[in-house]
């Protein structure tokens, strides 16, 4: 397609699994974002892949959160030992480099 | 203090009038400056982006900037009720390595 796709769309877990969220950003997009919206709040920076670069990982709330790249393409943002407050909207955007960023729908994750 | 701030809102204008939204940023770095809409339960969207002081406009928007009051404004002319939304400043420095986004301004455009 021609714009960032994220999966799952809607996620709910129980308190304690593992989730991973997945994201497929725009061809030709070098950059990477990961961004958490909770209800009614406004947008939390969680992680930045750049290219072959190291990523900035200073968002991430906890060492329970991780993300890789692979291929400089699809990423996966993983929550380990899922909490009740990781309840949120997880946003992947993608851009081209040193330019706007374009989000996909989300992944709305729902911890019970 | 916050990277970005915006009112919260609700702003309300009739449909027709002009609405006015307001940003401030705290860092003086910042190069580049984006406003985005989202709609409830929605992903924010582009509306439109400025890099340089002054007024760029694009159909019913104009995206005013002045860095030296760090200071970022968004107008909608001819308000519609489709344009009821969040409204979403953000910021980004050189290097794009994140765009900090204010909290939001909640935009009801009334019939």
Not at chain 1, 65 to 81: D, H, K, M, N, P
Not at chain 2, 1 to 26: D, F, M, R, W
Request: net charge neutral.
């Amino acid at each position: 397609g021609a714009g960032v796709s994220q999966s799952p769309s809607n996620k709910v877990t129980e308190k304690g699994k593992d989730v991973e969220l997945r994201c497929d950003p725009i061809s030709g997009h070098t950059a990477l974002y990961w961004y958490r919206q909770s209800l009614g709040q406004g947008l939390e920076f969680l992680i930045y892949f750049q290219g072959n670069s190291a990523p900035d990982k200073s968002g991430l709330p906890s060492d329970r959160f991780s993300a890789e790249r692979t291929g400089g393409s699809v990423s996966t943002l993983t929550i380990q030992r899922t909490q009740q407050e990781d309840s949120a909207v997880y946003l992947c955007a993608s851009s081209p480099q040193r330019n706007t960023i374009y989000f996909g729908e989300g992944s709305w994750l729902t911890v019970v | 203090q916050k990277e970005v701030e915006q009112n919260s809102g609700p702003l309300s204008v009739p449909e027709g009038a002009i609405a006015s939204l307001n940003c401030t940023y705290s860092d003086r770095g910042s190069q580049s400056f984006f406003w985005y809409r989202q709609y409830s339960g929605k992903s924010p969207e582009l509306i439109m982006f400025i890099y340089s002081n002054g007024d760029k406009e694009d159909g019913r928007f104009t995206a005013q900037l002045n860095k030296a009051s760090q200071y970022v404004s968004l107008l909608i002319r001819d308000s519609q009720p489709s344009d009821s939304a969040t409204y979403l400043c953000a910021v980004a420095p050189y290097n794009f390595n994140k765009f900090y986004f204010g909290s939001g301004t909640k935009l009801n455009v009334k019939p």
